[in-house]
């Protein structure tokens, strides 16, 4: 490993994307640096993975490592009523394939230390405990990167820079990119990790349960050992009323209120102290520069409800390296073209998830979303698309399109039963 600070790639952010833009620009001969301002392994929220992920994790190399490192297998995901009144479970072997009969939940710091080391192993430079906090010329082939580190200042010369800072979006707020926010209603995420709450049977005890509230959700990962992560997403601001309820007060009210989580909560006892996070669903309007590419959450962000975040990490992460490594081949910046068409294929990808997001916040939609017909077999395409796929086919995007169609007619014409819990 060669440790100068002169480099091909300067990576900001050792997360699953920049992790994976590391793997693959060394794999290619290139020489890249990752800047991560913690020291691993750290605490990460967004605990459970889908399966076409798995195709990625075997590009990087590091499958075998996954199987080897116990985590809980997810067969499938669930999604319920919180009043217990509905339940829908997808098993992914029925629409994806056996490559992609599962995946995993993972406790994040584990999983994104296995995928740094995977970077290291393959040649990557990783400074940990690395904070970039200014570019100088930014955007040309001699950036200069000012790094802060508990040794003092550390400067980095670089001719690319992907940007995998996560929701810091580093480069992003730099460039003066406009942000476009892309959910209107602004909502806060309320987790924690619990001992002994109760689990599924059988294959399905690796499932990830959805509840739906009115105006909310829960959503229970079950982690090895017997560990779970709970968390509530709910409107923000539900944090501002002028009593201003702790963390505490809010969570534990919808707890008491949600039959389906209370029931699997007793006797369960919380390991540490709620997290908060907010500021949901936004992009920038372009994902990258002639020398900068922003990959991951750094791009942009999208309601977690369908556990897609670190896929897309991955998917664009791998893909901006590829972009570099062609480039650098010969010896050029990014056309203009190449910058269009990489936006346009990530916000491609994200769009997938966001047609299915909306009708999930609105009674209607969620009310046709757990009544499945099989009519034109519009449930095997919501399958494939829970299950990560990105790119459907153009039978399963017309599919999705006429669910969405049912969805806006159940607003004024009851196809699906009603749902009264719900808002
Ligand atoms: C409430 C919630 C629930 C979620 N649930 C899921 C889920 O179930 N499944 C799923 O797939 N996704 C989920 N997600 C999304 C998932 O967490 C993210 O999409 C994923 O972590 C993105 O990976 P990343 O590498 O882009 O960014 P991150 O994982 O955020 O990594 C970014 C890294 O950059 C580092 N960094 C930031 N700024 C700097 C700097 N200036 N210098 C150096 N280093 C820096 C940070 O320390 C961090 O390690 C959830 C997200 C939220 C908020």
Aim: glycine content about 8%; overall charge positive.
């Amino acid at each position: 490993m060669r440790c100068s600070s002169e480099y091909d790639v300067a990576i900001i952010g050792g997360g699953p994307a920049g992790a994976a833009a590391g793997t693959q620009l060394a794999k290619a001969g290139l020489k890249p640096v990752i800047l991560e301002k913690e020291k691993f392994p750290r605490f990460c929220i967004g605990e459970s993975l889908l399966p076409f992920g798995n195709i990625l994790l075997k590009q990087l190399g590091v499958w075998n490592q996954m199987e080897d490192a116990g985590f809980l297998r997810k067969y499938g995901a669930e999604f319920c009523t919180g009043d217990k009144s509905r339940l829908r479970r997808f098993w992914f072997g029925q629409t994806l394939g056996a490559s992609c009969e599962y995946s995993y939940q993972v406790e994040r710091s584990k999983f994104d230390e296995l995928l740094l080391n995977n970077a290291r192993a393959h040649g990557c430079e990783v400074h940990e405990e690395t904070r970039v906090s200014a570019i100088e010329n930014i955007d040309t082939k001699k950036m200069h990167l000012h790094c802060e580190t508990p040794q003092g200042a550390l400067s980095i010369h670089a001719d690319w820079i992907i940007d995998a800072s996560g929701r810091n979006a580093f480069t992003g707020k730099k460039l003066g990119l406009r942000r476009n926010i892309t959910q209107k209603k602004r909502r806060i995420a309320i987790y924690g990790h619990f001992e002994g709450v109760f689990r599924n049977s059988g294959k399905a005890e690796g499932h990830i349960t959805i509840a739906r509230i009115s105006d909310a959700w829960f959503w229970l990962i079950p982690l090895s050992g017997n560990k779970t992560s709970i968390g509530l997403v709910v409107p923000a601001d539900q944090m501002s009323k002028p009593n201003s309820r702790t963390l505490d007060d809010v969570f534990q009210e919808a707890v008491d209120s949600t039959p389906e989580v209370k029931d699997r909560m007793k006797g369960a006892s919380m390991l540490g102290s709620l997290r908060a996070t907010g500021d949901y669903s936004w992009k920038f309007s372009s994902f990258a520069t002639r020398r900068v590419v922003l990959a991951g959450d750094a791009a942009g962000f999208i309601d977690p409800i369908f556990s897609s975040g670190v896929m897309l990490a991955l998917q664009s992460s791998m893909r901006a390296a590829e972009l570099i490594i062609r480039a650098e081949k010969s010896n050029r910046q990014l056309s203009r073209f190449e910058r269009f068409q990489y936006t346009r294929q990530v916000m491609g990808w994200m769009r997938q998830y966001s047609r299915l997001i909306a009708p999930f916040y609105e009674k209607a939609g969620f009310e046709v979303f757990m009544n499945p017909a099989s009519l034109l077999q519009i449930p095997s395409s919501i399958a494939r698309l829970v299950g990560g796929q990105t790119e459907p086919t153009f039978i399963d995007s017309l599919r999705i399109e006429a669910f969405r169609t049912i969805c806006r007619l159940q607003r004024f014409v009851p196809i699906a039963p009603a749902i009264p819990s719900l808002r």
